[in-house]
Each structure stands twice: as C-alpha cells, then as structure tokens.
C-alpha cells in the first residue's frame, strides 16, 4: 500500500490561507489502512480545524467526504457537488489522489494534508516499513524476496557494503541491513548459489531516472468511437 | 478561575461541563455505588457510558469538546483487569494521543484525563470527578466556550 503521514496542524491551517469553505476529502484506500487519511481521520481533522479556527477567530466551516479512491475519476464525480461550493480542497489521499483532485476539478484548489512516505505494509500494529521502490525493473526473484533497491540503503546490488555491522545498516541501528537480510534467506532456502551470479549495472531508466512513467494496455482499452461497432 | 471566566459566568462560579465516558464494568458501576451510597460529587459531571473503554475514539473526545464540554474524563477498569484485556491500556494511548491533538487545536491537554478504578472503588470514583472538576475549574471555561462568549458580548458585558 502507500503508506502516507498527516501534516501538522499549523502546516494544514496556513495552507488553507483566507479560504471559508473547505472541504476535506478523505480516501478509503491505502491511507484508510495506514491510518492518515480516511473517514476517521477526515473527521478528526475536521474536527480540530472547526475548533482551531474558531478559536484564533478564522472559524471556517470544515466539512468532509471521504470517496472509496481518490485516484479514480468516477470516484470523484460523486463530490462534485460538494467540491463547487467550497473554497479550498484539503486532499487526505495520496500524492496522486491530490492531482486526481486537481486535474479532474481544474477550478478547484486542492492542497494537501498528507505527506505520500512510502510504498510498504504494516510490519506489526502502528508501524510501518517501507518495502518496494517502484525501480520498473524487479529483481526480487533472485534476492529471496528481500529488496535491496527499497530496503539497502545505497540500493548495492551484488552484496552489503562495509557499513554492515551485526546485521545491521550503518545510517541506523534500527534498520537490517538487506544484504545480511538476503544472505540468510538464501542459506536458509539453501540458494546461496544465486548470490554468485553478478547482477549487472540496474537500468534505472524503467524507474524514475526515465522521467515521468506511463503503462498503456491496448487489450484493456476503450475502443476509439471511430472503430466502435456501428449500430444495425 | 481566571477573570475572564468569571465574567463569563456573570461573577458566580461557571457551570463547568465535565463529560465522562465510562466502562460499564467498572466506573459506570462505581458512579451508581456512589450513588447508592449517598457519596457526594461534583454535579459538573455527565457520564456516558461505554461497552469499554477500548471503545474509545479520539472523535468522541474532540466531539465532546466541540459540542461544548471544557474537561473530559475516560474512566477504566485498574490496568491488568479489563474485561477484554487490553482496552484500558488502547484508551491511555489515545487520551495521550488526543492531549497532544488539544495542545495543536489550542485547548489545555489537562482537560482530557484517564482515570482506573474497580466497580467497587466509590470513593475513587467520587475522587476522580472531585479532581476533575478542580482541574476545570482552574483552567475556566474551554477556549471554544471563551471565544462564543466574546463573539456574542464583544462590550465585554456579563451574559
């Protein structure tokens, strides 16, 4: 899921600026999961914003909605209502649900309440850890299921690097180190053999270093109005 | 109690709204032994009543507040002997939760407070509310209640 962290009160309230009306839209996806930005924490954020502001003298008018995906027009045609007769939209989703926001509203401002942290799970109740890096190009089949690009902290490919130490990363204690990760799996699988194989410089141009990515199925396309069947 | 608040009481003691929410398997019972017992407390006090305390949400806290309480207590079974175990213990992290939520806000965390006693405990209860109310009362009338009052006396006259 994308794991995703609420802004601070103070940060929420100036990017609000003057505005009267707002909405907060929350979504009922991954951040409902990771709880930063669903229902719940529309309403609590609604909440503080009515009472924050009535007490500095602003007194907004705060309402919520939340939509089961922020990042799916059809989602967001059921608030349109809503979105016209407010001032600001303060999004709760993603980084993608904010522009979703924006893009399919293009009258509307849309800020956002959360920072987008991560792509990660639940690693036991209230934390979270990071887990894929979206690299395009996955390698995980021959690292036991670990991933060095998300979970290596200089993303090393063919084993750990000095900063190793009993099992841990040099930039923190609290973080494994992949490598050791990824070596005792494969001796645990009795797959050691894999780590001999050198892996080969990454071709980052399948992740971010591409620029901007974009997937086009033709299968799954909508056919064009000029190819539909004619009616008879 | 500060000027201000005794001037939004009209120069007598404000009417403080305390709202406690309680577990019906322990504070809730020790209200009604009060009760029956004839133990005085502090009338500033409203009790709602829950399945446990690990039914408490932040939302119920700041909704209380919203809607006009200044001090909220959440009362629980002693740690170690909830009745689904761990409930007492989730609703101490969210009241710890929701003070650092009032401090953003502007409201004084201390008006939001956990409380632990057993159903037989009437005097702690008794206590509790008694602490509670003392707290309030120190503190004067929620900010959200001081700003409603000056928006609608803005000559500073007594209501």
Known sequence: ?232 | MTAEATQIAGGEAPAINIIAFCCHYCAYAAADLAGSLRIQYPQSVKVVKLPCTGKLDVQLILDAFEHGADGVMVAGCMEGDCHFQQGNFNAKRRVTHTQGLLRQIGIEPERVKMFNMSSAMARRWADAVTVMDETVRQLGPSPLRRHRFKTAHPQGETP
């Open chain 1, 1 to 232: 899921m994308i794991v995703a962290e609420q802004k601070g009160l103070d940060e929420i309230k100036n990017s609000l600026g003057d505005a009267k009306r707002v909405l907060i839209v929350g979504c009922g996806t991954c951040v409902t999961v990771c709880f930063s930005g669903g229902a719940k924490e529309a309403a609590v954020l609604g909440s503080s914003l009515r009472m924050s502001t009535q007490i500095d003298g602003q007194g907004k008018d705060v309402s919520e909605a939340t939509v089961q995906r922020q990042c799916e027009w059809e989602y967001l045609d059921t608030i349109r209502d809503r979105v016209e007769k407010a001032d600001i939209v303060l999004s709760l989703g993603c980084g993608v649900g904010v522009q979703a926001l924006a893009e399919h509203y293009p009258d509307a401002v849309v800020v956002p309440g959360l920072n987008t942290t991560f792509i990660g799970l639940p690693v036991e109740q209230g934390v979270w850890a990071e887990r894929c890096a979206a690299c395009g190009s996955c390698m995980l089949g021959s690292t036991g299921g670990i991933c060095p690009i998300a979970r290596c902290a200089k993303q090393l490919l063919n084993g750990p690097c000095g900063g190793s130490s009993h099992g841990k990363c040099e930039v923190s204690v609290e973080t494994d180190c992949a490598w050791q990760l990824i070596y005792d799996k494969l001796k645990a699988q009795d797959r050691l053999h894999l780590l001999m194989e050198i892996a080969p410089p990454k071709d980052w141009r399948t992740g971010r270093d591409g620029g901007p990515r974009k997937i086009v199925r033709e299968d799954l396309r909508l056919p064009k109005t000029s190819e539909a069947p004619s009616e008879s």
